[in-house]
């Protein structure tokens, strides 16, 4: 410790958050959603049985079942009995309300996810680029086609496929980490900034957007990427960055 700083004034500098006291069924909920949100699982499709789910996640059958009740409450999952019953994605449109149970992020400010935001999408893109195949640029170029014919759509099927593109990047990159960090991320401030994602964001932009990061992770060239990935990044982070400044 340096002469000048004093215990208060580190102390001072460090910032405690409010606990949620999270529980076990809600880390399944969010394990769940994530694997529907990403494409992993669609509509109509099957989930692991519920003992699978148990052992795969290291809970009990009980913790798992306490999950499905909020899926299936939200219309997310469907629970049928008998031989040729099972777990079914009913709807990959996932409720805000469930969303939000799932955000653990929710205590930080928007500005600092999205600084850890920039560096998780990079990371990925790079990865994306040294790791892609013909069939992960195939998936990737129709989730902008998607986007593309539902540009006039709620806003909820805009962000769906808007979101799956960078879901389509994570899954290309190999990396379940950073792809389950960019989850959380990228739901968070769904769920924190609705209204401009509604009102402000240009779908049209976002289609461009998604088209230059396309192009460029194809090249595989780190520099075209990373180019791609700034210039991807930068509206959304000048939005808050003048909120800031407006003291909004």
């Known amino acids: ?40 699982f669609g509509s109509g499709e099957r989930l692991p049985n519920v003992e699978a789910l148990a052992k795969t996640m290291g809970v009990s059958k009980p913790v798992i079942g306490e ?13 049928q009995r008998g031989v040729h019953g099972g777990l079914t994605v009913d709807n990959v449109d996932v409720p805000d309300s469930i969303l939000a149970l799932t955000a653990p992020l929710r205590h930080f400010e928007i500005r600092e996810i999205l600084e850890a935001r920039r560096p998780i999408e990079m990371r ?23 986007l593309h014919e539902h540009s006039h759509s709620d806003l909820t099927n805009r962000i ?42 240009d779908v049209g932009g976002v289609i461009a957007l ?22 991807h990044l930068k509206p959304l982070e000048q939005v808050v960055a003048e909120a800031a400044r407006n003291g909004d």
Request: glycine share 4%; aromatic share 8%.
């Open 67 to 79: 999950a499905l009740k909020v899926l299936t409450r939200a219309g997310v999952v469907r629970a």
């Open 1 to 40: 410790m340096s002469g000048a700083e004093t215990d208060n004034d580190r102390h001072d500098h460090w910032h405690f958050y409010p606990i949620s006291n999270p529980r076990a069924h809600e880390e399944v909920v969010e394990q769940i959603t994530f694997a529907i949100l990403s494409g992993a």
């Open 210 to 231: 998604h088209e230059m990061t396309l192009a460029a992770i194809r090249t595989r060239d780190p520099a075209e990427i990373a180019h791609a990935i700034d210039v």
């Open 124 to 146: 990925l893109a790079l990865l994306a680029g040294e790791r892609a195949t013909e069939e992960d640029f195939a998936s990737m170029q129709v989730c902008i086609d998607r």
């Open 160 to 201: 769906r496929f808007d979101h799956l593109f960078h879901y389509t990047i994570g899954r290309t990159a190999r990396s379940r980490t950073l792809a389950l960090y960019q989850h959380q991320i990228l739901e968070n401030l769904y769920a924190r900034m609705r209204d401009y994602f509604a009102d402000i964001e």
